[in-house]
């Protein structure tokens, strides 16, 4: 098993930039595809960005694209999310997941999950 652990979040002006971190433990993150999500008030968890077991491939929710990047470091064990051009609308409860057997874009495949961290952005 993983456990996982976000930091980073916080209160930012739009426009603003923000670095998740999520640092993982009990066995390592070359282990697993993993990804972010997020869920506003009132809304579902949707997924915001994933990349893959091996080589790195990424996707991306149309909403972020091109504002959003997810990388990790599975010397660390530790997956990121570089957040720029935010938006009043990327306010949300962050969190970061892992899946054992490939990516998927959808919240209940994943059993692994953190606390969350939330990230305000004001307008």
């Known amino acids: 098993q993983v456990q996982l652990l976000e930091s980073g979040g916080g209160l930012v002006q739009a426009g603003g930039s923000l670095r998740l971190s999520c640092a993982a433990s009990g066995r390592t993150t070359s282990n697993y595809a993993m990804g972010w999500f997020r869920q506003a008030p009132g809304k579902e968890r949707e997924f915001v960005a994933g990349?893959?077991?091996?080589?790195?491939?990424?996707n991306y929710a149309d909403s972020v694209k091109g504002r959003f990047t997810i990388s990790r470091d599975n010397a660390k064990n530790m997956l990121f999310l570089q957040m720029n051009s935010l938006k009043p609308e990327d306010t949300a409860v962050y969190y970061c997941?892992?899946?054992?057997?490939?990516?998927?874009?959808?919240?209940?495949?994943?059993?692994?999950w953190g606390q969350g961290t939330q990230v305000t952005v004001s307008s």
């Open positions: 990349i893959s077991k091996n080589f790195g491939v990424t």
């Open positions: 997941a892992a899946r054992s057997i490939g990516g998927s874009q959808t919240p209940s495949d994943y059993g692994y």
